[in-house]
């Protein structure tokens, strides 16, 4: 029976809709603008999230660490681990890893002619950090480090600035070596990076590798080894090899490095779901009212159905129907809005440039990038069409609940 | 064997004071192939009676059989497959759905029977050519005069083979030509068909069509009067 | 008029579940409304107060240039007699410190750190930094020459100090001559702000000065004021204060933590867009109630006209049944409001999981907000839906002046 019903209450349903065009495309016009305001608002909250997220992996945390159990509570020299054995090396050289490199980073301090500030003196491998991080990237003034032993330092743009030095200009590295001694060395400035957010360029220097485990007595000891895959999900397999590899070390995943990351991700998923309640419930209550009316005016049809014998569920059907094709409508209106406003308007990102500080504040980069997740979509969608069913259920049910006689006779 | 049969139906409406008894202790049995009018003035209950057949209404007491069914004691959905399969409806006004062509609108009940489209399509092409309205297969009901209109309920009525179709005043709104043309097809339809027809009326032209007469007064049917 | 407002009133009755359910939604918009933009703006005074309560306060006076370049050598000269004077100057300070700054290395038995040492009055530090009541082990400073240090939690954790440990302080001084000393912890603080915690410890003033040879010199004077409300009468009596001494100048909090203006700024301006497109959709859904409430009375307006009613008259009548429609929705929805506003300005509004989220943005103070009970906002939200559901109202209603009687009449 159902087969032969559903086009039949499709084309009551579609005709219904175009009876009073005006009211179904204000109605319409409503769950447009819920929709669309859904997507961007989703768009714009996970972006953020997401950018904070791929900043802190690019910012040296990388998919994943090794490092001494020790060295994540008390960064300090006494807690570096020795380069990677034959076991580790394999696991490192596997096809799951894309980029791995092995780095020093202690606390020291940088002092200029005029000024000192406190670091974190990093000693890298340039050539492995490329792609692995930021430092990989070129640097906006001077030259990059070309080997692990290079003498050179890089610095950030704005530190060169509060250190008021330049390239060019020498600046002292002082820290703590194995035997507790001080250890100082002057580097040449050679190159100043360029970093989102200004703590970043303040508080790293990086320094090549084996010059800084040579100033600081380390031999072939470093702090840690960063590494990326492929895909920022999925690691613990991988994590659980380097941790068989190397079970003296630790091996963590960067949800389990960054674990505030992870909880605003979930907490900004929660929160959607919270924010697209409250929209629908702003176009909800009008979806029900303009059903609420088509079917109060239809009352005589509706007894007429009743009278050849249409069932008190094909009723509910068919009101329900018709919602559900405005809906589909709305739907995909709103959807193709959603998609070119994030994907094509501002695919570019919102310029806060203007509010540079005020950004900063945050901890967010001067440029909001929105990020459609097709998940964050089909939960949308899901959503509003779930609930928009649902909120014409009460005029759907009524109409089943006309008496036939009352209906018809009704003038 | 009777296609209608009712035994000791009474209809009250309201309580107390305000009771108002729209039927009193009504017996009647109809037969198969009969065409009857029911008569009487306004308030005589011939509404009312016609609603309870069709289960439109319920009663407040008595027996209603319906082609070998208990109407009174089914509950809303097999009433309304009762309505859907065993009975046809041609109500004074508003019979026609006004989003569907006047096709479709014979096609409906066939649809909610589950039909398949070919099967409904040559039956609705057949039927519409028989009360005389081929070729006004896709205009709307806004389209079509008041005496097309009732042409194509009776059509729709007729399409699903009902046992019964029940009429309420059906030429109220047409004028004495069209109504007489329309009397004419029932009548028609009742002798090729076999179907039985039960008219309510005021009609004078209505009841000189019907060959059985039953005349109502105040709740009450107070003549059956065979005629032709 | 009364018996036009009758008329309205009882024709908005004619039909209960239209007129409730659109004084249903407009009462929820309201209500939403109402609840935002008192907790919007709590959560704006919450994080200034707990940002500029821990140490920048309201304003500073410093030395010009000192704040984008904090020189040891640019100090303010005989310091605590200037402080002295403000410290009674005004009913619109609340506390007067004054603090000598400079960058040091701290250095224990085990490790060094780099870290920003502050020289403090330790009598009035309290009135404009909330750290002296922050000490999570030991005490806070005794009095302004003992030789003592208090540190931040993550420093000492850092550096392995505990309360009773020695730590030696290397940095250069004022004269530009090498600055040393050797002091004993003597309390933790725990400011919540991961910044102060993990590089920040403060001495006692004279100590300070001291060891940097500054003599009575100092680099900045912090300022508390009444309220952030007060800011601007706050400054003026600073630069008032300060008229006679032409080597300083007065920074109120927007200089001292720039980023926190505009960070705000962006919230309020997309807060705002983001109610607006809010209010939108709800007129929009609403809408259709006004249409079709119209469109269903033609009859009955044909019928007015034909009796000799004027089309201005009836679609004022009209206004007016909308207008109070409004009106329920919106007395309805601003009587809940108001009360869940009520409800958590006592006793807070807490998301799980939003403390870890404001810490990581260095505002751990918004894991609970209390939203602030100004009439302004209450009323704003409100007004506005009040104008764009009205406006909307009217765009059927105009039509009724184009009305002919007996067409009217024939409508179904």
Redesign the interface.
């Known amino acids: 029976m159902t087969g032969q019903s559903l086009p039949l209450l499709a084309t009551l349903g579609w005709r219904n809709l175009w009876r009073h065009p005006r009211r179904t495309l204000v109605i319409l016009f409503a769950i447009v603008l819920g929709v669309w305001f859904m997507i961007f608002s989703a768009a714009l909250m996970i972006g953020i999230v997401e950018q904070q997220l791929q900043d802190t992996i690019f910012n040296l945390t990388g998919h994943a660490q090794i490092h001494n159990p020790k060295f994540r509570d008390d960064p300090a020299i006494e807690h570096s681990m020795p380069a990677p054995n034959q076991a580790l090396l394999e696991v490192l050289n596997s096809r799951d890893v894309v980029q791995w490199s092995a780095r020093v980073r202690l606390p020291a301090v940088a002092m200029s002619v005029r000024e000192s500030r406190g670091v974190m003196l990093v000693g890298i491998d340039p050539q492995r950090e490329r792609g692995l991080s930021f430092i990989g990237e070129p640097v906006v003034e001077g030259r990059a480090l070309e080997s692990i032993s290079d003498n050179g330092i890089i610095i950030g743009r704005r530190m060169a600035e509060k250190l008021e030095t330049r390239i060019g200009q020498r600046i002292v590295i002082m820290s703590q070596d194995r035997d507790k001694e001080v250890a100082d060395r002057g580097f040449r400035i050679v190159g100043l990076f360029q970093a989102e957010l200004e703590a970043t360029e303040t508080a790293y220097v990086f320094a090549g590798l084996a010059t800084t485990q040579k100033l600081l007595g380390m031999g072939s000891d470093i702090s840690e080894i960063s590494l990326v895959t492929n895909s920022r999900e999925g690691l613990d397999p991988l994590v659980a090899r380097l941790s068989n590899a190397a079970p003296e070390l630790e091996s963590m995943s960067w949800q389990e490095l960054e674990p505030l990351v992870v909880t605003a991700m979930e907490f900004y998923e929660a929160f959607m779901v919270y924010w697209y309640l409250i929209i629908f419930a702003a176009m909800g209550i009008g979806l029900t009212n303009t059903m609420l009316m088509s079917v109060f005016e239809r009352t005589r049809e509706i007894g007429l159905f009743q009278a050849l014998g249409m069932r008190p569920r094909f009723i509910v059907g068919q009101v329900l129907m018709e919602t559900l094709i405005l809906l589909v409508i709305g739907i995909t209106i709103g959807n193709l809005a959603g998609w070119l406003t994030t994907d094509v308007l501002l695919a570019s990102g919102i310029d806060l440039s203007a509010f540079a500080q005020g950004t900063e504040q945050f901890n967010m980069a001067s440029t909001m990038y929105l990020t459609l997740r097709p998940n964050d979509l089909l939960q949308i969608n899901a959503l509003v069409i779930a609930l928009g069913l649902l909120a014409s259920l009460y005029p759907a049910v009524k109409a089943a609940r006309y008496v036939p006689v009352e209906a018809i006779t009704r003038t | 064997m009777s296609t209608v049969s009712l035994r000791k139906v009474c209809k009250t409406f309201g309580e107390g004071e305000l009771a108002v008894h729209a039927l009193r202790d009504i017996d009647m049995d109809i037969g198969k192939g009969d065409f009857v009018c029911l008569s009487g003035p306004s308030g005589s209950g011939k509404t009312t009676l016609l609603n309870m057949v069709g289960g439109l209404d319920r009663a407040t007491s008595g027996e209603i059989i319906v082609a070998d069914q208990r109407v009174d004691q089914m509950d809303k959905g097999q009433l309304a497959e009762m309505r859907l399969t065993t009975i046809g409806f041609i109500f004074q006004a508003y019979n026609l759905i006004p989003v569907l062509t006047a096709r479709e609108n014979v096609e409906f009940v066939m649809q909610l029977q589950g039909i398949p489209a070919d099967v409904r399509h040559r039956k609705s092409r057949e039927i519409l050519e028989e009360v005389g309205l081929s070729g006004l297969d896709d205009r709307k009901p806004a389209e079509l005069s008041g005496g097309q209109q009732q042409r194509v309920a009776v059509a729709r009525a007729l399409v699903s083979e009902p046992a019964l179709i029940l009429a309420d005043e059906p030429t109220a709104n047409l004028d004495s030509v069209t109504a007489e043309n329309l009397m004419d097809l029932l009548r028609h339809l009742n002798d090729e068909h076999g179907i039985t027809f039960v008219i309510s009326t005021h009609d004078k032209l209505v009841m000189s069509h019907a060959r059985r007469l039953l005349k109502m007064h105040d709740g009450k049917i107070i003549d059956d009067i065979q005629q032709r | 008029m009364g018996t036009v407002l009758r008329l309205a009133w009882r024709n908005l009755w004619r039909n209960r ?2 007129t409730w ?2 004084a ?2 407009i009462a ?2 309201t209500i ?1 409304l109402v609840g935002w933009v008192p907790i919007q703006f709590g959560a704006y005074d919450i994080m200034i107060n707990a940002t500029l309560r821990v140490f920048p306060g309201h304003a500073q006076v410093q030395r010009p240039g000192y704040q984008g ?1 904090p ?1 040891i050598r640019n100090a303010i000269d005989d310091a605590e007699t200037l402080a002295n004077s403000l410290r009674n100057g005004s009913k619109h300070f609340t506390g007067v410190a004054v603090r000598a700054q400079g ?1 040091v ?1 701290l250095s224990s038995g ?6 920003q040492i502050v020289g403090v009055e330790p009598e009035y530090e309290g009135d404009t930094s909330s750290i002296p009541g922050l000490i999570k082990e030991g005490r806070y400073l005794s009095s302004i020459d003992a030789q003592e240090l208090v540190i931040g939690s993550a420093l000492a ?2 550096l ?1 100090l505990k309360v009773g440990d020695e730590v030696t302080l290397l ?2 001084g004022k004269d530009g001559s090498v600055a040393a000393a050797i002091l004993p912890v003597v309390g933790i603080f725990d400011s919540g702000s991961r910044e102060l915690d993990r ?1 920040f410890s403060e001495i006692p003033l004279h100590t300070f000065q001291d060891i940097f040879t500054m003599g009575d010199s100092a680099h900045t004077i912090t300022i508390m004021g009444k309220s952030v409300e007060d800011q601007a009468q706050l400054l003026t009596a600073l630069n008032d204060a300060i008229r006679d001494r032409g080597d300083v100048v007065v920074l109120g909090w927007e200089e001292l ?10 919230d309020k301006v997309s807060g705002f867009i ?1 109610l607006g ?2 209010i ?3 007129v ?6 006004f ?2 409430s119209i469109l ?1 009375r033609t009859r009955e307006f044909g019928l007015m006209l034909a009796l000799g009613s004027r089309p201005k008259r009836i679609a004022g009548l009209m206004m007016l049944e909308s207008a109070l429609l409004t009106l329920i929705g919106l007395s309805i929805g601003f009587i809940i409001g108001t009360a869940l506003v009520y409800w958590a300005h006592v006793s807070g509004i807490q ?1 799980p ?2 403390e ?2 404001m ?4 505002m751990p103070e918004m894991g609970r907000i209390y939203p602030q009970m100004k009439l302004f906002n209450f009323l704003l939200g409100p007004i506005t839906i009040f104008v764009a559901t009205n406006l909307a109202a009217w765009v059927p209603i105009l039509r009724i002046r184009k009305l002919e009687p007996i067409e009217a009449m024939r409508t179904i």
Not at chain 3, 110 to 115: D, Q
Not at chain 3, 284 to 289: R, V
Request: net charge positive; proline share 2%; charged share 20%.
């Open positions: 579940r239209r359910l659109t249903g939604a929820f918009s939403l370049k020189k960058f290395l085990s490790r060094s750190y780099g870290a954790r850092n392995k940095g250069g590089f933590v720039p980023g926190m203006k505009e960070a705000i700024q962006i983001f497109i809010l939108a959709i709800v929009f859904s609403i809408l259709n109630t249409l079709m269903e998301f999981g939003a870890d989220i810490e990581q943005f260095n």
